[in-house]
């Protein structure tokens, strides 16, 4: 660990956290339908939006209505992506004549994009005609993307002493955010991408000749704007296999910081929208310094474990000058790249600049722990702000009972319902996570998806079923993916870890949203501190721990001693 | 009221006596029937756990296996499962004595059923179970109330102590607030003319019975709320614990059941599990020693949330009668000849007033006159509206000023009806006194603020309850008591509507009121209130109004009426946090155990450096099933409550019960190991 590198890794948290705070305010107020400086450009288009499809944004809905509407657009766009990338072979914008994607790959493919996980059993460049990738994958990062902050924008709403039941108009959110945040932000981070040499181009690939005078063939494509949303929606599958390891996607230091920059922005400025439109900016800024805190902790720990490198080469005479750096970019070096892999598996975004797989046990235990925490430090596009309210229910939950109170957070009760509710929405992950990992393990099919026996073979297989459950996306790689197994099981794995999450939640803040606000008096429990931020982390780490924490021992633990003692697998 | 009553320390008994553990140890066998235990989701998943290895243990001894081990580890897991009994058991033989007696004083009640609600019509002897709602009794000097009721004719008084533990009869009439009669109270004047208010089995005795029994005791809405957390939390282990067999599997570990079975229970919360409805037992059980009646645990609860407290200011903030606390001598007069007189006129006066004018007077002016031999005592009446003394051809008088002044020889004196006026407007009661039929002055009389009562309100400020006054006072009276008493608000010429439209108000406003009260006008607002207190005296349209009945009729019990409720709290929160926290430790001792044979470096996470895998588990089981007695008195105390504010008493709590459950099973665990390898156990 160098001071630069640590250096590095807190200024660039600092920026985020400082960008992420007016642009949640941006954000809160868009979705209020209150006038922003962009509103003379985009008002007019949203207006026509609105009358050419028929939405009155003042027409609320309830948390039936408004969860319905999220699922009905998320099925559409799935059987929508399901249908290009089965028929892409006729459809435009395919130079390189790519066939349709195998139905079961096709299935898989599809769920991943509409759950904003980007799971990708398959290499972009050699599978996807631009065609697919333009109104398939980046149309869908646009859609799942918004329909996470819509998703925590209805939540934020429930907690509003003004709510009564009304959570907003699923449409209208959904149409604002795409609008307002995603588009203009993209077209930004586009012209930023290609000024530094991301290609954005209808040609599918260029034949150059090398200095060797050998012809070589490389693709190319639209992927500037497609890795703009990629990365600012967390979604995270990439254009090329390589993801933004790739010099097109990511091509250098500068892109590499604004696209680490870019994947924490939305994430981090979902708590302040959250405050805003709960009538509760302070509790807001509390939950962007609990998830600020443990992931810049999380990022120096995994620094840490990289910087430190691997040992049994030190052993054999290796300089370990820079840290572990295999599977490591030299462009970025170690620092970067561990502030990348944290940052990535913390917000379910998945984009990786190095290979999860070579990285060090304790590298690798960080980066599936930050997914096992279930996505809230801070998490994808709203889903990390769903899901860390769910965490502070809980936390106040215990919390509020030691002060001698009905347990309240915001103003609102936490009762029975609630809990069940939470409690259901958690349970999944485990199930999920844990029940597809032994599963898997102990079939046949599953073993032979292993290209690394031991404990390392062991996290190839957890890392898969946490980063499908936690929609991330990122693989640990070393695993193959595309089998039936694991096809359709981390489809599955998808699916809960989105919606069996979301659906609960949603009914949460219906509950929430129809209770009376309490005033906040001198025996209420107050949940905008110092206090309630260690509490807030002390029960994410503990509960997360307490569940993962056999598996974890079996795998990167267990590979991490083993090390220690001089033996690999 | 008796103040001793409402001292618990007093009336509480030793926590536990010998036969009571005797009868709870029995009891806690008898709960171990698995129809019972399903209602606690953790202790019988424990006991399921439990069954599930002692038939392993068996299988292993039948086909001629090692099954110490897993013997041991059923041991423990069934004595996990009795110590929870067992401290329900405990919480509710505490409550049985009580249940006892006044059990004793209910059975075979007789009663006099009349033909027609009048004194003399003809009655029949009927057993009191034939009593419906609206019956009417007549009830006789020496005869048992037999069923509660409203008195509709005649005045007696009642001994109320088979309730109250109040040996002073209290008077009960018809009409006004003191109309409600209680079943299993004894007349000891009089007769009564009562008509029944309760069906049989729903009196108020009976309600007491179940109360304390906790036989009728349903899960308050926290305490379900808290079962699904900890079902939730079950439910994870489980998982955590099921997933690990494939995992262990691949992994080239086989992982014996009993092995399995001690790492769920140890992590499934069952130290919160087991004590959680000795808790609310106990909880219940302080309420009742604080002479107070809930209709509900729920309201109990309630009370532990409350915001704003209404009380009515006399009686509870002042004392209601009326003291002296002035002399204002007419024009030409000197103060101690006016006190002198007022002293002589006062002699004889037991009343309150005349015992506060001698006071006075003694105090701030010396004055303590001598009763002269051959005087008179002329005692207050309602007629002349005067009370005095006549002595050796002299007369002093005190009395209304209106009265005085009919009967007054002489003139009045200039400025006096300015020195009445003033007096009037300050909220005190004016008394003129006269010496040998000549004005000398007034006294004034004031309600005077209970001693004490500033630092009540102090600390429930310091609990964020707010307090606001009630009273039929104009503003400039109420606010002058409303300083002097420290309370944060008031409501000044209050009529029953205001204080509903008052609560009401409060209510949209999201605070959570409570109120007590004891007339029927005070019914609306006890029933509008979240937690309204009824007085034994009052009336019966206020007690069922009310969710609680408080038996000493002493309306600043609600302040220790909200400590129980926000100490059930803070007991249940603080050893769900200890049993949570405690689940680190186990993974320590446990995880290396199981796994060092696979992978010997994770004898790197055998941070306690425990002796054998095998005596690690068992330590681990051990220490999760001894903690559970160990906490037991806790959990029927109650962790004590201090009036801080809620952060400080988080940060308080989360340190002792949060951080102190993160450490104190290393140490415990690494205790019992080296006791186990002491005896070689292990």
Known sequence: ?569 | MNASTSQPDTASPALFDSGMLLRATRDALVKLNPVHLIASPVIFTTEIIALLVTVLALNDVVTHQPAGFAFQVAFWLWLTVLFATFAEAVAEGRGRARAESLRRGRTDLKAKLLVSPDRNALYRPVSATELRRGSVVLVEIGDLVPSDGEVIEGVASVDESAITGESAPVIREAGGDRSAVTGGTRLVSDWLVVKITADPGQTFIDRMIGLVEGASRRKTPNEIALDILLAGLTIIFLIAVVTLVGLAHYSGSALAVPVLAALLVTLIPTTIGGLLSAIGIAGMDRLVRFNVMATSGRAVEAAGDIDMLLLDKTGTITFGNRMATAFMPAAGISESRLATAAAMASIGDETPEGRSIQAFARTRFSVDPARPDDAQTIPFSANTRMSGLDAAGRSWRKGAVASVLANLSGAKPAGFDEIVDRIARAGGTPLAVTEDGVLLGVVALSDVVKPGIRERFASLRKMGIRTVMITGDNEVTAAAIAAEAGVDDFLAQATPQDKLDYIRREQTEGRLVAMCGDGTNDAPALAQADVGVAMQTGTQAAREAGNMVDLDSDPTKLIEIVEIGKQLLITRGSLTTFSIANDVSKYFAILPAIFVATYPGLAALNIMRLHTPQSAILSAVIFNALIIVALVPLALRGVAYRPLGAAALLRRNLLVYGVGGLIAPFIGIKAIDLVLSFLKVA
């Open chain 1, 1 to 569: 660990m160098t001071a630069l590198g640590v250096a590095q890794i807190v200024l660039l948290l600092a920026v985020v956290v400082g960008c992420a705070i007016p642009l949640g305010a941006f954000i809160a107020a868009v979705l209020s339908g209150r006038r922003t400086f962009l509103s003379p450009v985009l008002g007019p288009v949203e207006r026509g939006l609105f009358r050419l499809s028929g939405i009155d944004p003042a027409h609320g809905m309830g948390w039936r209505t408004y969860t319905v509407a999220l699922l009905v657009i998320t099925a559409v766009h799935t059987l929508l992506l399901y249908a290009i990338l089965r028929l892409q072979f006729y459809l435009p914008f395919n130079p390189q004549g790519f066939t349709g994607m195998s139905p079961r790959l096709a299935f898989n493919t599809a769920i991943s994009f509409a759950t904003n996980t980007n799971w990708q059993a398959y290499s972009g460049e050699t599978t996807l005609s631009n065609g697919a990738q333009m109104l398939g994958l980046t149309v869908h990062n646009f859609v799942s993307a918004a329909v996470g902050i819509s998703a925590a924008a209805a939540v934020s709403r429930a907690f509003s002493p003004a709510s009564k039941g009304v959570l907003g108009n699923a449409w209208a959110d959904i149409t604002r955010i795409v609008l307002y945040v995603l588009l203009p932000i993209s077209l930004l981070m586009t012209a930023a991408l290609l000024a530094l040499g991301a290609p954005q181009t209808l040609l599918g690939s260029v034949t150059v000749t090398t200095l060797e005078g050998v012809k070589q063939v490389i693709s190319i494509g639209p992927v500037a704007f497609q890795e703009a949303i990629k990365i600012l929606g967390t979604n995270g599958g990439g254009f090329f296999n390589a993801n933004s390891a790739h010099p097109f996607e990511n091509p250098g230091i500068l892109s590499d910081l604004i696209e680490n920059w870019a994947l924490l922005l939305i994430p981090f400025s979902m708590p302040v929208m959250f405050g805003l439109l709960a009538g509760r900016a302070r509790d807001g800024m509390a939950l962007l310094a609990t998830m600020a805190l443990l992931l810049t902790g999380f990022a120096l720990l995994l620094y840490a474990a990289e910087a430190g490198g691997n040992p049994l080469l030190h052993a054999l005479g290796v300089s370990n000058l820079g840290g572990n750096m295999e599977g490591k970019e030299v462009r970025f070096g170690t620092a970067l790249s561990s502030l990348f892999a944290a940052s990535t598996t913390a917000t379910s975004t998945g984009a990786v600049i190095a290979a999860h797989d070579s990285l060090m046990p304790l590298g690798g235990l960080v980066t599936l722990f930050l997914i096992q925490l279930g996505e809230v430090i801070p998490g994808g596009v709203g889903s990390g702000l769903y899901g860390i309210v769910v965490f502070a229910l809980l936390a106040v939950f215990v919390a509020g009972l030691m002060v001698g109170r009905t347990p309240e957070y915001l103003g609102k009760k936490i009762q029975a319902k609630e809990v069940k509710l939470a409690m259901l929405a958690v349970l999944i992950l485990p199930l999920s996570i844990l029940g597809g990992t032994a599963l898997s393990l102990n079939t046949a099919s599953g073993l032979g998806s292993l290209a690394n026996a031991g404990p390392h073979g062991l996290s190839e297989m957890l890392y898969a079923w946490t980063s499908a459950t936690g929609n991330n996306g990122s693989a640990f790689a070393g695993l193959s993916a595309d089998t039936p197994l694991l096809d359709y099981g981390l489809a599955i794995a998808m699916i809960l870890g989105r919606f069996a999450f979301l659906v609960p939640v949603m009914a949460i803040a219906g509950s929430l949203s129809l209770k009376q606000s309490l005033r906040p008096g001198a025996g209420t429990f107050p949940t905008d501190g110092a206090l309630f931020v260690g509490l807030l982390a002390g029960v994410i780490l503990i509960l997360g721990g307490l569940q993962y924490l056999p598996a974890l021992s079996l795998g990167p633990l267990a590979e991490h001693f083993a090390m220690l003692a001089h033996a690999t697998y």
